[in-house]
């Protein structure tokens, strides 16, 4: 059974620097991808930045330049570093991590935390 256990959320000041981390029990990343999504009060749930087994990062246009995604495959621990916060990133961040399962990546999700960003 996957679980995700994310930590490092908290309350910053605008400019300011988080790093958050998500550790993976039960899951191999060898294939599909690991990353985070956000979800803001009232808003839908949004992708901020995955990881793809092959290493690669993509990053939503609002957190390019600022985020920086990366992966530990020996600890199964995927990180966001969030630099240059703004008020706007304030959310609940969601760890996923997608395992192949018949052809398809099947997500599974952490239980959030909560990123604070005051002006």
């Known amino acids: 059974q996957v679980q995700l256990v994310e930590s490092g959320g908290g309350s910053v000041q605008e400019g300011g620097s988080l790093k958050l981390s998500c550790a993976a029990s039960?899951?191999?990343?060898?294939?599909?991808?690991m990353g985070w999504y956000r979800q803001a009060p009232g808003k839908e749930r949004e992708p901020v930045s995955i990881i793809l087994a092959d290493g690669s990062p993509h990053y939503a246009g609002t957190v390019e330049g600022r985020f920086t995604i990366s992966v530990d495959k020996g600890k199964n621990i995927v990180y966001l570093q969030m630099n240059s916060l703004k008020t706007e990133d304030t959310a609940v961040y969601y760890c996923t991590a997608s395992e192949l399962r018949r052809g398809a990546c099947i997500p599974h999700w952490g239980q959030g935390t909560q990123v604070t960003v005051s002006s």
């Open positions: 039960g899951y191999i990343f060898n294939s599909c991808e």
